[in-house]
């Protein structure tokens, strides 16, 4: 095995450390099955490419892209899309329920005037 | 139907200066009116209720469309039958009402659409004009429905129709959902000449080209992501 420079074992460090605490988590069940999985395959993929950057441009070769510099930065961008569209699903799910929230606290503290025929529908003060 | 069947919903937001005087030039024909105070900073619920109208009080701010559906909602759970909303700036005329129930009280139409460019005579001020005539080739190519006035946010509704609509684009682009919820409902329309009472009051509170370029984002974002 080739030698590691200093940037490499402080990647692969970090990289294999996130990957105990979603093992942990999943091992727990703090996090779903799925998206534990998911971030547990995406940070040992992570620590395995850098430890062997080549591994990643035999991949890019086979995908028709020439770098694997290339390949993991198209994979950073797609990933970064797919998460600013599942965060802006989720603001706007936020959004309604925050809306419904306002929507219940306005219907429920209704006022209404003394002064017109519609006093007999307000509560009694006694 | 009698007066008391019609509920008069109006949103509005930091409208304290002109609420009092629209409530006021209502209630003597509509004993029923509700404010929906979208969360104002100024004392707009208060003015309201003085005037003799009912409050709702967004404690925060949603934007009109939401106003709009916690007045509808408000009002069929009192029992009306029938919903008309009108803006609290001044700028519609109560005269304007009893055309806009007609339809819906002869059976005609479950909703009635107020338009400012029926009829004759109407002064719209020229930038409005463009902008909203913008608006109604935006609503004939999105929805598919032919307008004259695809913004105007003097509207009745049966209580049929009421119950069956449900805004959820909180903000300005409420009123392109509003029409794509008639037609895909099959709900029947009628447009009915009102008229616009521009002010520069009114003119200053109204929206701007820059204004309509986020409402037509957040339509299509609405369409997208349902």
């Not at chain 1, 692969?12 to 069940?29: E, G, M, Y």
């Not at chain 2, 949103?11 to 409530?23: K, L, Q, R, T």
């Not at chain 2, 695809?150 to 909180?170: P, Y």
């Amino acid at each position: 095995m080739m030698g590691l420079n200093i940037f490499q074992i402080l990647g692969i460090s970090l990289a294999l450390c996130i990957a105990v605490v979603v093992s942990v988590a999943l091992l727990r069940r703090r996090i779903g099955r799925g998206p534990g999985v998911f971030w547990l395959v995406v940070w040992l993929l992570a620590a395995v490419a850098i430890a062997a950057p080549g591994l990643t441009s035999v991949v890019a070769r086979f995908l028709g892209i020439s770098r694997g510099a290339d390949l993991v930065f198209y994979l950073a961008i797609l990933a970064m899309m797919v998460g600013f569209f599942l965060t802006y699903a989720r603001l706007r799910r936020l959004e309604a329920s925050l809306t419904e929230l306002t929507r219940y606290q306005a219907l429920r503290d209704a006022r209404l005037p003394t002064t017109t025929d519609e006093s007999a529908e307000t509560p009694p003060t006694s | 139907m009698q007066p008391e069947d019609i509920c008069i919903v109006m949103p509005a937001f930091n409208e304290a200066s002109a609420i009092g005087a629209v409530v006021a030039e209502l209630l003597p024909h509509y004993p029923r009116v509700v404010v929906v105070d979208d969360g104002s900073r100024d004392d707009t619920a208060e003015r309201a209720l003085a005037a003799g109208a009912m409050v709702l009080r967004h404690p925060l701010n949603r934007g009109q469309g939401a106003a709009l559906q916690t007045g509808i909602r408000f009002a069929l759970e009192r029992g009306s039958r029938a919903v008309v909303t009108f803006d609290s700036d001044g700028q519609h005329r109560p005269e304007d009402i009893p055309r806009l129930l007609e339809p819906i009280a002869a059976g005609r139409a479950e909703i009635a659409l107020g338009s400012r460019f029926l009829g004759a005579g109407r002064s719209v001020p020229m930038g409005r004009r463009l902008l909203l005539k913008g608006a109604v080739v935006f609503t004939r190519l999105t929805s598919g429905v032919a307008l004259t006035d695809a913004h105007n946010g003097l509207r009745a509704f049966s209580r049929r129709a009421a119950e069956r609509i449900d805004i959820r684009l909180d903000r300005m682009a409420h009123a392109s959902e509003l029409i794509d919820q008639i037609r895909r409902m099959g709900l029947p329309f009628e447009e009915v000449p009102v008229t616009v009472r521009y002010t520069d009051y009114s003119l200053a509170k109204g929206q701007r080209a820059s204004g309509a370029l986020k409402i037509v984002f957040d339509y299509f974002v609405g369409r997208i992501l349902g």
